[in-house]
């Protein structure tokens, strides 16, 4: 654990560092309120990660509730790569690890890294009582959570999951909850247009605007105009 910390922090970058703390909304009252950065592009992320996918399951918590927002993204990085390798066994160690630590992956990058790899290919098959649960949290993230794990879903031809978990969210205050709802009905009509139509017919005029228009960024003009117009 500490090779990888002090491995990171070797191509730490104070002027990167600077560029994510204003991209990642850390100001007072934002999302990312007091995350900090050390300056590293995702890409040697992954690398270090892929370097270090061997390190224990008992060592990733203390990856995951570090302070620093790179060394959280490795965790999960070397957590997924983990989870690919394993048989069901650990697997269902590796989504434990990962429910248990949901509120140190908070951030909307750490989220959609993880949350779609792990448990959406863990509950393909089983009960999705868990997500319903996670939707219905006072956190953001954890919201988050349940709606991007149906990516999984959407990706395999079930998209029974994303409607209904849609249904629960629709009216979420949330900007970046909205936004990943949207995300999640444009790759549910990718699949199924009707489907993703019947939702909007439902739901359009009382879905908040962000959401309504990431729902709907890859429609035909007329029929994206139609949406808005009447929204």
């Known amino acids: 654990m500490n090779k990888v910390i002090s491995e990171l922090k070797a191509v730490s970058n104070p002027q990167i560092a600077e560029g994510s703390q204003r991209f990642f909304k850390t100001g007072k ?3 990312g309120e007091g995350d900090k950065f050390l300056g590293i592009r995702v890409p040697i992320l992954r690398k270090i990660a892929k370097k270090y996918a061997h390190i224990s399951l008992t060592e990733i918590p203390s990856l995951l509730k570090s302070p620093f927002h790179e060394i959280r993204l490795v965790s999960l990085f070397i957590l997924t790569l983990k989870y690919e390798k394993s048989d069901q066994n650990d697997k269902e160690k590796i989504v434990n690890v990962y429910l248990v630590n949901t509120a140190y992956i908070n951030n909307w990058d750490l989220v959609d890294a993880s949350a779609h790899k792990i448990l959406g290919d863990y509950l ?3 009960k999705k009582d868990l997500l319903y649960r996670l939707a219905r949290s006072k956190l953001l993230w954890e919201r988050r959570i349940a ?3 149906t990516f999984n879903f959407i990706k395999n031809g079930s998209y029974h999951d994303t409607i209904k978990l849609s249904e629960i969210l629709v009216n979420d205050k949330e900007d970046l909850l909205q936004k990943a709802v949207g995300w999640m009905l444009r790759e549910v009509g990718k699949k199924d247009l009707n489907l993703e ?3 909007l017919d439902k739901y359009s ?3 908040p605007r962000t959401m309504l228009r ?3 960024e890859k429609f035909p003009e007329h029929l994206r105009q139609k949406y808005l117009q009447n929204s």
């Open 197 to 199: 139509i019947d939702f």
């Open 205 to 207: 005029k009382k879905m």
């Open 147 to 149: 709606i991007i794990t």
């Open 214 to 216: 990431y729902a709907i």
């Open 124 to 126: 393909f098959d089983k």
């Open 29 to 31: 009252g934002d999302y």
